[in-house]
Nanobody, 125 residues
Framework: QVQLVESGGGLVQAGGSLRLSCAASGRTFSPYAMGWFRQAPGKEREFVAAIIWSAGYTYYADSVKGRFTISRTYANYTVYLQMNSLKPEDTAVYYC??????????????????WGQGTQVTVSS
C-alpha cells in the first residue's frame, strides 16, 4: 500500500509563489512516474505536471509551462511542485498521484492509481 501526503498549499496573492510537497510512504517506492493534478470547483481534475521518476524527464500542461517546476528527491521519496507567478485561475485543490504502470504516457489521470488527499491553493487577485 502506498500513501501520498501533500503539503504546502495556502493563500497567496497573484504573482506570488508556493511550493507543494508530496511525501510517499509504504512499501518500497519506485514508481515509473509521479504527477500533479488540480481540480477547481465545478471543473474536472486536470493534469498539471509529471516527472519520470528514474530519468527525471518532465511534462507540463500548457497553462503552467514556464511558471511551474516539478522535481523529486530519491532519498525521502518526495515530489515537489514549485509554483511561481501564480494567477487567480491557478486556484484549485492540488493532488499528487503515482503512475500505475512501468511505461507510457503520464499526462492523463487514468494512468494513476494512488492519490493524495489534496492541498488547497488559493490565489487572490
Amino acid at each position: 500500500q502506498v500513501q501520498l501526503v501533500e503539503s504546502g498549499g495556502g493563500l497567496v496573492q497573484a504573482g506570488g509563489s508556493l511550493r507543494l510537497s508530496c511525501a510517499a510512504s509504504g512499501r518500497t517506492f519506485s514508481p515509473y512516474a509521479m504527477g500533479w493534478f488540480r481540480q477547481a470547483p465545478g471543473k474536472e481534475r486536470e493534469f498539471v505536471a509529471a516527472i519520470i521518476w528514474s530519468a527525471g524527464y518532465t511534462y507540463y500542461a500548457d497553462s503552467v509551462k514556464g511558471r511551474f517546476t516539478i522535481s523529486r528527491t530519491y532519498a525521502n521519496y518526495t515530489v515537489y511542485l514549485q509554483m511561481n507567478s501564480l494567477k487567480p485561475e491557478d486556484t484549485a485543490v492540488y493532488y499528487c498521484a503515482k503512475h500505475r504502470g512501468a511505461s507510457g504516457r503520464a499526462t492523463t489521470k487514468d494512468v494513476y492509481d494512488y492519490w493524495g488527499q489534496g492541498t488547497q491553493v488559493t490565489v487572490s487577485s
